[in-house]
């Protein structure tokens, strides 16, 4: 079991952890790794589940209400002896024996996170008590994916995990940053108390194939607009910042902080900024240079500006994204052309 206490912070835990399930000491489990991924239906979830099932000495479990994910993700394993896939609202306690714990179900759009605002906060806080309740009984190691909306919308630039953020507390988006927020909290404070091992990872917009064609979310609405010959509706003013990871990369960040020593919360994002003028400039350049640019009402709270400071995933996990933006829009764009329908003009 890896050390805890050389987290680079001061939330070192002073209690030992809680007896690992028997499973992990018994003779036919030893080599496995059992690992839990809530929300592993979703998008990042099911490029997680990918990486996760190459190893052929991970069995891998995914709960998950198909609010916004899809069995289609997870099709390739579906009947897999490694794999098993359970329909399961992480808000009701799941009892289980596992190893590794990634927690990653609640939507992550905003479109779909404000939608049911009361069951967003409760996936926030009750499945992160559940998945903790989980990881106490069975002694297993946590990560949470968290996010860069625990900075709200950021007085200091770029944003690295010391900041406490600057976060509306009533607002249409505080369900889920506010939620976030909670959950860090239930984190550490199930560290400190019960000597769990925890894992916080704080990521950045982060896009990729398998992305939901009507997720609302910037990255995918430019492709699709753009396939399908529509405008491209930036939402003003336009002059807003985000910096966007490539899942493969957001996969290995994960991976590595979860078999590491720290706890976080670890920004994991490409720091690569972007207005999104410049990000619809970039996605018309790439995929239609014919297709028309509009400017659109915002929805309140927008972050204006995001970007990590990820020093403390280069030093502390070797982690450092790999693809430009301009790389992975045409990886993203294949994927988008096949379900759309739509190929490639010559
Ligand atoms: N993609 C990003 O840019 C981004 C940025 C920051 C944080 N995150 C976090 O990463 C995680 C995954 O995000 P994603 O982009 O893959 O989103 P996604 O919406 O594609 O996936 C979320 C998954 O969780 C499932 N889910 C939602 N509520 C649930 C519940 N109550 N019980 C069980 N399953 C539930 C959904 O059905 C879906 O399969 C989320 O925790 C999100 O907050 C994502
Ligand atoms: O069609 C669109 C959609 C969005 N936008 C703008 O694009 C920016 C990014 O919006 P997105 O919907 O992609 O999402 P955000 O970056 O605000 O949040 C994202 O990153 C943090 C995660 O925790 C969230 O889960 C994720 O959705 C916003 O400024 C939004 O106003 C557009 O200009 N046009």
Redesign the pocket.
Known sequence: MAKEGSNGNSHASTKPPPTPSPLRSAKFFQANMRILVTGGAGFIGSHLVDKLMENEKNEVIVADNYFTGSKDNLKKWIGHPRFELIRHDVTEPLLIEVDQIYHLACP????F?KYNPVKTIKTNVIGTLNMLGLAKRVGARILLTS???VYGDPLIHPQDESYWGNVNPIGVRSC?DEG?RVAETLMFDYHRQHGIEIRIAR???TYGPRMNIDD????S??IAQAIRSEP????AP?T?T?SFCYVSDMVDGLIRLMEGDNTGPINIGNPGEFT?LEL?ETVKELINPGVEIIM?E??PD??RQ?KPDITKAKELLSWEPKIKLRDGLPLMEDDFRTRLEVPRKN
């Not at 992550?108 to 479109?111: D, Y």
């Open positions: 992550a759009s905003p479109i996170y996010t860069s909306e889920y976030k990521i950045f917009n609302g979310r910037v990255v609405n430019f491209l509706t930036v939402q336009g807003q985000r999104m619809a659109v915002n929805t927008d972050p995001r």
